[in-house]
Nanobody
Framework: QVQLVESGGGLVQAGGSLRLSCAASGSTFGLNTMGWYRQTSGKQRELVATISIGDITNYDNSVKGRFTISRDNAKNTVYLRMNSLKPEDTAVYYC?????????WGRGTQVTVSS
């Protein structure tokens, strides 16, 4: 079983920055793509960004140019640097790790951007 622990969320003013971290532990053999998703009340969880084991990245159009995803394979950790934050970025951000085609999720971290 794999555990994903997110950190780095919080309250920030519009235009500010935050960095999220997610560390995977436990049964991480076969860890492949990692990523970040977000969800607001009453809406489905949506993709923010993903990064493959070979550092190929994918971003939702709404965050391109503002967010940067990266990973440290030695630490089984994925990061999300968020710049130029907007109120519409407010959400619970969830870490995702795919292991042998099985999706694993963290508990989420709240990001709130005030206007």
């Amino acid at each position: 079983q794999v555990q994903l622990v997110e950190s780095g969320g919080g309250l920030v003013q519009a235009g500010g920055s935050l960095r999220l971290s997610c560390a995977a532990s436990g049964s991480t053999f076969g860890l492949n793509t990692m990523g970040w998703y977000r969800q607001t009340s009453g809406k489905q969880r949506e993709l923010v960004a993903t990064i493959s084991i070979g550092d190929i990245t994918n971003y939702d159009n709404s965050v391109k140019g503002r967010f940067t995803i990266s990973r440290d394979n030695a630490k089984n950790t994925v990061y999300l640097r968020m710049n130029s934050l907007k109120p519409e970025d407010t959400a619970v951000y969830y870490c995702n790790a795919r292991i042998f085609r099985v999706d694993n999720w963290g508990r989420g971290t709240q990001v709130t951007v005030s206007s």
